[in-house]
């Protein structure tokens, strides 16, 4: 079994910034895909970022390209997700996820990953 915690959520205003952070811990051996996903009210968990187990490929949603930035710390077992110039729209709880299937390939779907962290805010006012 793995266990996920977000941390770093928060209210801030348009145009600041957040990072988040996820601490991996259980059985974690082996390479593993980690990802960041998000859900805002009514709407359905979406696909924010993923990372391969080396860092040397990351994929974004097109909504947050050039604003978020993923990476890893593989010796703390940790992901981060840097926020910047957010956006009221960015407005959701934010989820980090371990796909321990695929290593070297990030997949956008959610059924793709197995272990799921709680979720942490994040709040952005106009």
């Known amino acids: 079994q793995v266990e996920l915690a977000e941390s770093g959520g928060g209210l801030v205003q348009a145009g600041g910034s957040l990072r988040l952070s996820c601490a991996a811990s259980g059985r974690t051996v082996g390479s593993y895909v980690m990802g960041w996903f998000r859900q805002a009210p009514g709407k359905e968990r979406e696909f924010v970022a993923g990372i391969t187990w080396s860092g040397g490929s990351t994929r974004y949603a097109d909504s947050v390209k050039g604003r978020f930035t993923i990476a890893r710390d593989n010796a703390k077992n940790t992901v981060y997700l840097q926020m910047n110039i957010l956006k009221p729209e960015d407005t959701a709880v934010y989820y980090c996820?371990?796909?321990?299937?695929?290593?070297?390939?990030?997949?956008?779907?959610?059924?793709?990953?197995?272990?799921w962290g709680v979720g942490t805010q994040v709040t952005v006012s106009s």
């Open positions: 996820a371990a796909d321990f299937s695929r290593s070297a390939v990030v997949v956008t779907t959610t059924l793709h990953y197995e272990y």
